[in-house]
């Protein structure tokens, strides 16, 4: 296994928009339960998904493990280190643009990773919140999945999001 430092895995836009352009990008989604069974969402601030509301989650940078990468991805986004309880699933997530243009789709292969928190790590992950320097989302919230699922407006609750909760998700592979 390659010994990675902190911050490898960066790739500069215009080679990642490269990348976007010839091949699918592995991912890592976070589903977040706390104690009451609500799931937190993060309203997007960027492309792909702009301005709706996503689970947490992130690319799968190369020599990094799924489980590392939740790790990872938990810290940026929403401020502590968090670790799967069961993998959902693997999704399909492809959009007609990407973070930077709309010049090329993007193709996600997501691993959707359950995330059950402990009253403990519930507390840490909300004091967090409010101290995260998240530049990928302008607010968070705690949702129900029947809100979720049932929310009218896939412009503003994400198709994908929904698919997590929805028994015969279209976009499933396993």
Request: hydrophobic share 30%; with cysteine; aromatic share 10%.
């Amino acid at each position: 296994m390659a010994n990675l430092s902190e911050d490898s895995g960066f790739i500069p836009p215009d080679e990642y928009v490269d990348i976007i352009r010839q091949t699918q990008i592995v991912s890592a989604d976070l589903i977040i339960f706390n104690q009451r069974g609500e799931i937190l969402l993060g309203k997007r601030n960027n492309s792909p998904a702009k301005n709706t509301w996503f689970v947490p989650g992130g690319r799968v940078r190369k020599y990094e493990t799924i489980t590392d990468a939740v790790k990872r991805i938990s810290l940026q986004e929403v401020g502590t280190e968090l670790e799967t309880t069961s993998l959902l699933g693997v999704y399909n997530h492809i959009y007609t643009d990407n973070f930077k243009n709309s010049d090329t789709g993007t193709h996600y292969v997501c691993f959707a990773n359950n995330i059950i928190l402990d009253e403990n790590k519930e507390g840490e992950v909300i004091d967090s919140l409010k101290n995260v320097e998240d530049n990928q989302h302008s607010e968070f919230r705690w949702w129900s999945a029947a809100d979720i699922l049932n929310h009218p407006d896939d412009e503003e609750v994400h198709m994908y999001t929904k698919n997590y909760f929805h028994p015969t998700s279209w976009n499933k592979e396993s």
